[in-house]
Every structure is written in C-alpha cells, then in structure tokens.
C-alpha cells in the first residue's frame, strides 16, 4: 500500500495562494520544469494513485481548465457537502465524497491501489488531514518569495507539535522540495482511531 | 563591507517561539552541533561581525544568562525604547539604540568592519528589517517541525513580495540551513532611500 502525502508548493512565509485564493507563482517550477524539477514532476506523475481535494479547489481547477489535458490520469476525490449535478467534461475520473475525511481516505486508497493517495489541497483539507494523524508524510515545494498576504498552509493548526523527519531534500531551479516523514503524534493518532 | 542578514531558526510552519516567547526547541542544531551543523555555527561565529536584536530578545536572553560564555563576542545592538540602567555583566559589548532601525544598522556597521551585520530577533525587528528593504539576505535554519501555536517570522509583513533567491541549501541532521539574496524590492528599497 502506498503513503498518504499532503503534497504542496509553499513560500517561504507558508503561503499557498493569494487572499482570495490568486495563483502566487508557485507552481511555475511544475508547469516548466527545468533541471531536477523534471524528476520530481515525472516521480509525482508515476507514483500517484489517487488525488483527494477540496471542493473549492475543484471548483476553480475546473473553472480555470486545469482538468483539460489534466496530467493526473487517476482518480480524484473530491471533499464537498453537495454532489455537484454536472461534471467536469474530460478524462479525469472524479469521486464526490460528502463524509468526510477518513471516507474520501478510504476511497482513495481503494482506488490508489499501491501507489500513493496525494492530498493537493486547499488549505482547509489539508489542516483537517494534518490534524487527523492520518498523513505518512508531508511534501513541500518551498518557493524563495515572501507573499505577505495570502492563505497560509499551516494556519490554526490545533494539534500538539507535529514532529517530522526530512527524509529528501532536493535543491532545485526556483525551488526546494523537501520530504518529511510524519514521526509520531500519539494523540492525534488516538483520537483519529477513536472516531 | 559584509551583508545585512536576517538569521533566524523557524518551524516548517514559520514560527521562532511559542505564544509568549518560550523556546520550542529550534536552536537545538546551534546548541550541540552534529555533523554538517559544526561548520555552519563555525561560519556564523567567523563572518558575523554585529548583532542586532530588539530589547525583548535582550531581556529575555539575560534572564536566561544567555551572555554568560556568549559563544558571540561581537557588538550587540539593542534596539530599545529606554536605554536600560544597569547592563547585564560579561563581556558581551552592547551598544543600546533608541532611534530605529536604520541608526541600528549604522552603528552596527561601524561596528562590524568587514563582517556581516546579522540580525537575530525577535519577530518585530525582524519584520521592520523585512519591510526596510535594508537586507541583502536571509538565512532560515528551517526545523521539520510542525509547532502550531507561536510567534511567527512572517507575520503581518506590509509589503509587496520580497523576491529572493535561493543561494545555499545545506541539510543537517534536524535541520536544513537556507541562505536567500534579497533579489529585488524597488518599492520598499525607494522608500527606505526617501527617510
């Protein structure tokens, strides 16, 4: 069975996107990737089994046409409290999931086979999975800029510290990409069994 | 003329100390330095030539007797509402600033020769120095830890995005060392001309 990553581009002062969710340039690296971006790209590409997303993120992807020619030919889960009634045209195939976490979890495993369930936004999934004790590990693009403004990633976590292990650091054009492994955090991970 | 550098420790989700300044253990690396950390404390102990740091940080650290056997036996330059009356006893060299920042990194300059004026805390300082468009670097001693409640580095930064450019990643044990040239700023670096 494959990991369970949070996997996101971030700047330096922890920012995912503008105020109101603008493209801040993080993720120029993966639309151009040169040098040793290239391997990550392709690594990301074959490794990942299934996506998990917000529906706010899906929302604007599909308005902005990021599921045409969508390089992740896996499935999608896609957190929302409603199914929407028309979907995305295109080849990507999406899972709406209404209950949660841990069921669109379930779901993407399922559907991941060995490879890995990547969890690639927005902010608010991703503090609800890294609350949950239910990430293997955390990746990070980390983006040389200082935003100023903006959704921070790691923003109103309330967890006890969360202890990682870099486990690869690759120092590549425009950008760093770290790998943690997610350490222990018996607490969370108690409480995620509770459930 | 050495550089202005911003030095600080922060957690991968941006924060240099708990809510009310306690240490949450990322100076660990600095403390007991394990393989490549030695040679980072040992180039930092070498080049820095001034520190600049804000009264509570001062206060704080002579609580702490931490200018007792302080490893850094340059001047210090406190930034300071009040010129305090009595002075922490050592051999510490302190030179106390009531004028701002800029007076700050004069004297630190004249202070430091040929070495870099470092500046080492705590976030307020920190922050005036990010907006003054007065650094030529930053250097991130990023800890893989998720602390979740504190005082963060890049908090309420009014400015417009501060480019930088990746010069140096070193992965130590528990830690990765990033040094940033400050790329460009014409906005905040006009304005700080302008005073």
């Known amino acids: 069975m494959g990991n369970v990553i949070l996997d996101m581009a971030m700047s330096l002062d922890g920012i995912i996107a503008g105020p109101n969710d603008e493209y801040v340039g993080l993720h120029d690296w993966f639309f151009d990737?040169?040098?040793?971006?290239?391997?990550?790209?392709?690594?990301?590409?074959?490794?990942?089994?299934?996506?998990?997303?917000?529906?706010?993120?899906?929302?604007?992807?599909?308005?902005?046409?990021?599921?045409?020619?969508?390089?992740?030919?896996?499935?999608?889960?896609?957190?929302?409290?409603?199914v929407p009634k028309t979907v995305v045209k295109g080849s990507t195939p999406f899972i709406f999931v209404t209950d949660g976490i841990e069921s669109a979890l379930d779901q993407a495993?399922?559907?991941a086979g060995d490879k890995h369930v990547v969890i690639g936004g927005g902010a608010n999934i991703?503090?609800?999975?890294?609350?949950?004790?239910l990430l293997d590990a955390i990746q990070i693009a980390l983006v040389p800029i200082v935003v100023g403004k903006g959704i921070r990633l790691f923003d109103k976590i309330d967890?006890?510290?969360i202890e990682l292990e870099t486990t690869r650091v690759i120092d590549a054009p425009g950008v760093t990409h770290f790998q943690f492994r997610v350490v222990k955090d018996n607490k969370r991970k108690s409480s995620a069994h509770e459930q």
Do not use: C, K
Request: charged content about 20%; aromatic content about 6%; glycine content about 6%.
């Open 33 to 82: 990737p040169v040098g040793r971006n290239r391997e990550i790209v392709d690594e990301s590409l074959a490794t990942t089994g299934a996506l998990i997303m917000g529906r706010r993120t899906y929302d604007m992807a599909a308005e902005q046409d990021a599921f045409v020619d969508n390089p992740y030919n896996v499935p999608h889960v896609v957190l929302t409290h409603t």
């Open 126 to 133: 991703a503090r609800q999975y890294l609350q949950s004790g």
């Open 159 to 161: 967890a006890s510290p």
């Open 109 to 111: 495993r399922a559907a």
